[in-house]
């Protein structure tokens, strides 16, 4: 998402929520001080951006679905994108990702729809059965190829949206969150292979 998507996402955002000032400003990229710290958790390497002036931790609070080829088909979008690793290659990577609505398309992607599913009072309708990229929010994660073994990663996704961030001392508030969620991001990743044999996605290690 471009930074003028994120500051209309938070723009709105703000309208229903107490967004703290310094949570905006990183968002908006304004900070000058983050770094990131790693956790493996499990099989699951996450990585927890940290503000070094004022020693604070970005942090998130929380707030299956059994993948069908016929609802892959017909109620989701892929999207693909480039992705520069550390080490000077290029991730190619392709996502399946929940129609908002239904003649979305791949432009559409990063674009302010009210997702189709939610009610009027802003609740999901298919909580229960929600697909993978609900699930896994606010969560992204990629396999990345570590001297040819494939390992899981995971960040935030910081699209100005999600009123659930908060900057805390240390992670230990959120070790119940990366522990539940090292699982269930682990198991995304190695069942997406089935979704990619069916050649509905793919993913390039660069």
């Keep these: 998402m471009s930074q003028m998507e994120i500051t209309k ?3 709105l955002l703000e309208k229903d929520w107490d967004i703290d000032p310094i949570i905006k400003d990183f968002h908006l990229g304004k900070r000058d001080d983050v770094t990131e ?15 070094n002036k004022i020693k ?17 088909k017909n109620e989701t979008v892929m999207a693909t994108w480039e992705e520069t690793s550390p080490g000077g290659g ?5 996502g399946v ?10 432009a559409d ?9 939610l009610d ?6 298919i909580h229960p059965t929600r697909p993978g990229v609900c699930y896994l929010y606010p969560f992204s994660t990629w396999l990345q190829n570590e001297k040819g073994v494939a390992r899981v990663h995971a960040t935030f996704q910081f699209t100005g949206d999600c009123p659930g961030f908060y900057l805390d001392d240390s992670m230990d508030s959120m070790n119940e969150v990366l522990q539940e969620y090292s699982e269930i991001i682990y198991d ?3 069942k997406s292979s089935g979704t990619m044999r069916d050649g509905l996605g793919s993913i390039s290690l660069g």
Aim: charged residues 30%; aromatic residues 14%.
């Design 97 to 106: 990702n929940l129609k908002r609505k239904q003649d979305e398309t791949e």
């Design 109 to 117: 992607d990063g674009t302010h729809i009210k997702c189709r599913f």
């Design 120 to 125: 009027d009072e802003g609740s999901c309708g």
């Design 9 to 11: 996402s938070i723009e």
């Design 37 to 51: 710290n790693s956790i493996k958790v499990k099989d699951v390497i996450f990585h927890i951006p940290f503000l």
């Design 56 to 72: 604070k931790f970005i942090l998130w609070t929380g707030m299956k679905y059994q993948k069908t080829s016929d609802f892959i």
């Design 90 to 94: 290029v991730t190619i990577m392709t």
């Design 188 to 190: 995304y990743n190695f």
